[in-house]
């Protein structure tokens, strides 16, 4: 079998983003992307080109040697004992719900500021989710509200079963605090590390931070594929074998036995292949991050409220959100958007007034944080390869549409 990963890819200078190498258009002229994926490929050269063929070549499209291969990579890279690929975040929720036990009704709490996936699988089990707020500065599950939701779930009657904690753009949630909690309550918790593959908490590695963590490898994640594509990490020997056998129709000893309701929920060998060459550079791509998100800190800290990572966490830097004043954000992203700068709003709408989920339960006190962050967050373009000059384009346009706009 072939060696993986190639390791023919440029090295990124400390500081320095290849694209800047790549590129020889003056400043202004450039387009400012809101994620590059065509610098990382251009870094990634003919790796990946090569690793698709290769796949091509063998045949195996399905379970194919880079699916076992990327398994391996990815245990060793984040230290879970086992990880389980499959076909994207949301399966991998889907999966790690069924591995830990749910049933009928049982009470399943989650944050309320979120993409909808973690409340979209609770509620196809036929669960309820609970909503619970986030914490201002980390937009991560408040801890103070998870248990005021828990105590309202009790009081009508509910079985509180799990939680799925959520760790919203980057930054590991308070699993400690959150743990504790569960633990008090016998309640199960679950990671929903979508967003933050490659983020630390005191050291340890997103993907160890609980029994059961998932993530997605959507293109635009800070390790994404060409595709759909996710994981479930574990310790424990019965959940990965429950999740493997899940993913493949329930399948028991054999193919063509059955022992649990399962679905078609495998990763593509091909989507496999492509992460195995991404997966070589995502350590060097976090550092990248991190710089850059030092650099919006200092450009912007005076003005906007911007991200604040706790001590002893570190992010993935899924996105760059900042908060403005209530009022001033439609303005702010129109004036942008006329300076040729992309910006995103994740999420312009709390979990509870999407039509679906707005007669599902929520902690006393209700989802205050969640609704204020729905109408003030702005996501600025976030990748690598952010060249440091663009970046001061992006910082001085917000910046000016902020006192021009908005007289601040
Ligand atoms: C927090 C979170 N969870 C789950 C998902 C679902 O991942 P996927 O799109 O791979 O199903 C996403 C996707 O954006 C997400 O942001």
Known sequence: MANYPSDNVTPLRPGISTASALSTAPADDRHIPFIDLQAQRKRLGKSIEDAIARVLDHGRFVAGPEIDAL????????????T???????????????????????AIFVPAFTFVSPAEVIARLGCIPVLVDVGEDTFNMDP?????????????????????????????????????????????LMADAAQSFGATLKGNKVGTLTKLSTTSFFPSKPLGCYGDGGAIFTDSEEIAGEVRSRRQHGQGEDRMTHVRIGMNGRLDTIQAAILLEKLAILGDELKARDIIAARYAKGLKDLVKVPAVTPG????????????????????????????IPTAIYYHTALHHHAPYTGYPRADGGLPVAEKLAKTVLSLPMHPYLEADLQDRIIESLRIAISKVCGG
Not at 84 to 103: D, H, I, M, P
Not at 153 to 162: D, I, Q, S, V
Not at 323 to 333: A, F, M, P, S
């Open 71 to 82: 398994e391996a990579r990815l245990s060793d890279w984040c230290g879970a004992k086992y």
């Open 313 to 340: 966490r570190t992010s993935a830097w899924a996105q760059y959100t900042v908060r403005l004043k209530t009022g001033e954000r439609d303005q702010v992203r129109d004036f942008m958007e006329k300076d040729g």
């Open 84 to 106: 389980v690929s499959c076909a994207s975040g949301t399966t991998a929720l889907s999966l790690g719900l069924s591995a830990l036990g749910t049933k009928y009704r049982d």
């Open 144 to 188: 103070d509200s998870l248990v005021r939701g828990i105590q309202m779930a009790e009081e009508h009657g509910l079985t509180p079963r799990g939680l799925i904690v959520i760790d919203l753009f980057g930054q590991p949630a308070d699993y400690p605090a959150l743990q504790k909690i569960a633990t008090a309550h016998d309640l199960w």
